[in-house]
């Protein structure tokens, strides 16, 4: 069964400090990998998206790191701000035909002034 | 239209009755998507629309599920007799589709709380 399986499950940091958020995936074939992230109340945003021969991905103070091989990948937020407190979540896409994705269950950040 | 919207962003209902959800994608996006999302639980696929097709309905729980798209554009997604168990925050995304490649990236819309007492 494919699946995408997310640690840890919520996260409470100091603002300021940094954090890496971990997934790890079954999904097979492989398509594409992406980070969500979504506020409370709110539809998932799209941070990065990674094909299988990319290895990492920057987006302002989110890099996204994927090992293919292993079948991992990892969010690295740097300098958390307050905002920065909402679920991310980890996507994978299989080759379909089409975008049909794979939802991790969601790291829940907390950033804590 | 700036973003996906949906409506209404809330819904309570009375067991047994059904509802409508509606979704309005960005204008030119091909593709539609219909996710469930349970309390505590990740995202789960519902249905997928092409245009006005729907080459994959495989996660619509049950046939009191339905969906449909017109005009290549606004879909709604039906549940008959709702149960309790329906309970959750429906999303839609959309996205440009096949044309564009497996990067294509979907944009979720603030999603239907739908709450069945």
């Known amino acids: 069964k494919n699946q995408v399986e997310q640690s840890p499950q919520s996260l409470i940091i100091l603002e300021g400090k940094n954090c890496t958020l971990q997934c790890n995936y079954t999904v097979s074939p492989f398509s594409n990998l992406r980070w969500y992230k979504q506020d409370t109340g709110r539809g998932p945003v799209s941070l990065t998206i990674m094909t299988f021969s990319e290895n990492t991905k920057s987006n302002g103070r989110y890099t996204a790191t994927l090992d293919a091989d292993t079948k991992q990948s990892s969010l690295h937020i740097t300098a958390s701000q307050l905002s920065d407190s909402a679920s991310y979540i980890c996507?994978?896409?299989?080759?379909?035909?089409?975008?049909?994705?794979?939802f991790g269950t969601g790291t829940r950040l907390l950033v804590s002034p | 239209g700036a973003g996906v919207s949906q409506s209404p962003s809330n819904k309570v209902t009375e067991k047994g009755k059904d509802v409508e959800l509606r979704c309005d994608p960005i204008?030119?996006?091909?593709?539609l998507y219909w996710y469930r999302q349970s309390l505590g639980q990740g995202l789960e696929f519902l249905i997928y629309?092409?245009?006005?097709?729907?080459?994959?309905k495989s996660g619509l729980p049950s046939d009191r599920f339905s969906a449909e798209r017109t005009g290549g554009s606004v879909s709604t997604l039906t549940i008959q007799r709702t149960q309790q168990e329906d309970s959750a925050v429906y999303l839609c995304?959309?996205?440009?589709?096949?044309?564009?490649?497996?990067?294509?990236?979907?944009?979720f819309g603030p999603g239907t709380r739908l709450t069945v007492l």
């Open positions: 629309f092409q245009g006005n097709s729907a080459p994959d």
């Open positions: 204008s030119g996006h091909t593709a």
């Open positions: 995304a959309s996205s440009l589709g096949s044309l564009a490649g497996l990067s294509d990236t979907q944009y």
């Open positions: 996507v994978v896409s299989g080759n379909t035909g089409f975008q049909k994705l794979v």
